[in-house]
């Protein structure tokens, strides 16, 4: 049996979901003020940087979030299943899963932030801290950049 890899998982859903590269989206910010925006980072990727207003979701609890009834219930967010919705994370890839299954839990207007918070901040659209403060682009460069450690990477 083939082994399935991360990536291999992300391309076989990728077709599947729309995604907005960040310039795409600040058009859409003009036209439509409805825009949710959903974070599904961990707490404390959230924590350090986000779009403001953005709603924080991490992805492991994102199925019961979009109920009634259980103690991680997001009312935005289970009252959302027909608003335009643009999951976001730190490069695009968990926002996939994320959408994905939004939208196989009958959420009909779902996309994802093609190239995540990462692109979002290069093309310098404004994120904050955890009270709201503005984050310099050049701070989020250094956050948003690769920090694989030597025992992170495959062996030769």
């Known amino acids: 049996m083939k082994r399935i890899t991360y990536k291999d998982l992300v391309a076989e859903i990728a077709p599947q979901i729309t995604e907005y590269f960040p310039w795409d989206i600040e058009d859409k ?6 825009i949710l925006f959903l974070d599904v980072r961990e707490n404390q990727e959230y ?3 986000h779009i403001d207003d953005s709603l924080h979701v991490p992805r492991g609890i994102l199925e019961t ?3 009634w009834d259980h103690e991680e219930t997001e009312p935005e967010l289970v009252e959302a299943r027909d608003r335009q919705i643009i999951v976001v994370c730190r490069s695009g890839s968990r926002s996939i899963f994320a959408a994905h299954t ?3 839990m009958g959420y009909s207007n779902v996309s994802s932030l093609k190239t995540g918070l990462r692109g979002w901040n290069e093309y310098d659209l404004p ?4 009270e709201g403060n503005p984050i310099a682009p050049e701070l989020g460069d ?3 950049a690769n920090k694989l450690l030597d025992y992170q990477r495959k062996p030769n």
């Open 29 to 34: 910010m003009t036209d439509d003020a409805n």
């Open 47 to 49: 924590d350090t940087m």
């Open 65 to 67: 979030a979009v109920e």
């Open 102 to 104: 939004l939208m196989q």
């Open 127 to 130: 994120l904050v801290d955890l």
């Open 142 to 144: 250094k956050y948003f």
